[in-house]
């Protein structure tokens, strides 16, 4: 893919190993050298393996930068199960070069279509939630974005200067090499002066995602030693303030979890507790309730709403109908799996405070199935605690049943939910109607289904990389300067009816009719949404053109609205403490 841009001569290739196990390097070293054989420039193809994994992936990086920090400008790394198209590495790295100021640069990484049905669920709500997540994150952290660990454009020198981790005091878990080093690097790379940027857009970047909730467990557990790690950095001298806040943002998102699993707890103790003579505040439960559930799903309200209102976008998930039936299923998943890993990473929580950890080992992407004697194996906890919940409200106040249902259904489901998701079966089911279908799904160059490293796999992202390039230069659409033209006589009508002692005040129209400026804007108001509007009438009917209407009020309503409750609020706030 690099190559077909015509600037492949310009970069190098260096697969950077860090595995122990003499079959898996044996294999390694074969397709490297069939990929040398098939190139037609070999010299650009490098393989090195550590014999010491010393600070795992980051102590691997650091030992290339410190070996060929002078030999190149730029390094864009690639996990193993990651992929970037050729034209995506060229926009990254020719931002870099016009902008001296940025260090690293990223855009938005999604999922690499994959034929298991558990990673289709998560990767179809990550899809459209992590774009407006991302954007809103991206416009607060401004030069001070986050580090993913991949896929970004990084400016070498910088990044080798200073960037290089320290070694934490005490011992592991908590102590010793950094796990999780991607933040940590961005933090470094900030203080020295360099920006870190995202671009909130999907730019042909992929990783593959876990294949089960076993494996995505693993992974999560993973990341949580990584940012628990963050503790004895906040202290860092010289980071700025929001790099000082993203690392205590990492720390938190581990942390809610066991809050959360504490929350339930307590709740249920609270039938063994003699009742008490003020009635439960249900308004401010239902609303905290309320407020939460709307915090946690708006990014992903708001990526459905964005793809329904762009008819191309539409098309790329199969459709409206398409897309809000996957939009259900995704959510009964998420409201199945958020407890179970809740519960996973709180119980991990406790036994880290012991010295406890995970093994920092090899991730399974290409998924097999799950043996229910595995899923027991790792899920029973989460189901012991649904049987308990279960009873303890059954034998003290079923009343509760209903709001505890959500909670103590997905404990008891855990194992079979675990053992369904993962079957090949399902996953081949929902490709073939289309459940959950995500952008590139047809693709073979991003699909989830392996290919050989050294076979052309990008035709298709080349093309794709092409007509993205076309329609970013398209003209776009000139200015009609007749809305321009009534928008001017409107507000010279309101300067002249506001400016006293004026005689032209006698001339405007409220003094010859029933109307005034206001209608103008009334007929500018509809002149504009006939110029956003009409084409969809053209082009998708009459149903469709009503419906992006609709959507339109519904959302300036509720901005509207919120608005007033913001402004309301403040007023009362104010007159109550002053």
């Known amino acids: ?56 992936k980051a102590g691997n990086i650091a030992e290339f930068c410190d070996s060929y920090g002078d030999a190149y400008d730029f390094f864009i790394p690639l996990d193993a199960d990651s992929l970037m198209s050729g034209p995506a590495i060229l926009r990254l790295i020719r931002c870099l070069q016009a902008h001296p100021e940025i260090g690293l640069l990223q855009g938005l990484v999604v999922g690499r279509p994959s034929d298991s049905f558990f990673t289709r669920v998560f990767q179809f709500g990550m899809r459209h939630g992590m774009r407006s997540y991302t954007a809103g994150s991206a416009w607060w952290q401004g030069d001070c974005g986050p580090f993913w660990g991949h896929n970004a454009a990084i400016r070498m020198q910088a990044f080798r200067d200073y960037c290089q981790l320290p070694v934490l005091p005490g011992k592991a878990p908590l102590g ?30 992929f990783e593959e995602n876990p294949p089960s909730l076993q494996d995505f467990i693993k992974r999560d557990l993973r990341w949580c030693q990584g ?33 959360w699993m504490a929350l339930i707890i307590f709740g249920a103790a609270q039938v063994f507790m003699p009742g008490g003579t003020e009635p439960f505040p249900a308004t401010l439960g239902l609303t905290l309730f309320a407020t939460v559930m709307t915090m946690t799903f708006m990014p992903k309200i708001m990526g459905v709403l964005d793809t329904l209102l762009s008819p191309a976008k539409r098309r790329t998930y199969g459709g409206a109908a398409a897309l809000l ?52 194996r790792g899920l029973w906890p989460q189901t012991l605690a649904g049987v308990a919940i279960l009873s ?75 007509s993205k390039v076309t329609a970013i230069g398209t003209p776009p659409r000139k200015r009609d300067v007749r809305l321009d033209f009534f928008r001017g006589i409107a507000m010279l009508i309101i300067f002249m009816a506001h400016v006293p002692l004026n005689r032209w005040q006698n001339f405007i129209p409220a003094n010859f009719g029933p109307s005034d400026a206001t209608e103008m804007f009334v007929f500018c108001s509809g002149f504009a949404s006939a110029l956003a509007f009409g084409s969809l009438y ?32 403040v007023v009362i706030i104010g007159t109550n403490v002053m």
């Open 227 to 259: 940012n628990m790690q963050y503790l004895k950095l906040l202290d860092m001298p010289g980071i700025k303030p929001v790099s000082r806040l993203q690392l205590a943002l990492a720390i938190l998102m581990y942390v809610g979890a066991p809050g």
């Open 538 to 569: 053209k082009t998708h009917g009459f149903l469709m053109g009503t419906s992006r209407i609709g959507l339109r009020c519904f959302q300036v309503y509720w901005a509207h609205l919120a608005m007033f409750i913001t402004i309301a609020t």
């Open 392 to 466: 303890v409200f059954w034998w003290k106040m079923q009343s509760v049943l209903p709001w505890a249902a959500p909670i103590f259904v997905a404990f008891l489901c855990a194992i079979p939910f675990a053992v369904v998701t993962a079957l090949p079966s399902l996953g081949r089911a929902s490709q073939r109607v289309g459940m959950c279908r995500i952008p590139h799904s047809g693709s073979t160059a991003v699909s989830g289904r392996r290919q050989p490293p050294v076979d052309d796999q990008t035709g298709k992202l080349t093309q794709m990389s092409q």
């Open 325 to 376: 039936w996957g939009t259900f299923v995704e959510l009964i998943f998420s409201a199945l799996m958020a407890p179970l890993i809740g519960f996973a990473v709180s119980r991990f929580m406790i036994g880290l405070a012991f010295g406890k950890r995970v093994a920092w080992e090899a991730q399974i992407r290409v998924g097999g199935g799950l043996a229910w004697s595995d899923a027991v």
């Open 1 to 56: 893919s690099v190559d077909a841009t015509g600037y492949g001569h310009m970069f190098w290739f260096h697969v950077l190993s860090d595995t122990s196990n003499p079959d898996v390097a044996r294999e390694e070293e074969r397709l490297i050298d069939l990929w040398r054989q098939r190139d037609i420039t070999p010299d650009r193809i490098h393989y090195r393996r550590r014999t010491d994994n010393t600070g795992f």
């Open 176 to 205: 010793g090499h950094i796990l999780s080093h991607d933040q940590v690097e961005a933090v470094l790379m900030r203080r020295a002066g360099y920006e870190c940027r995202v671009v909130a857009e999907e730019d042909e970047s």
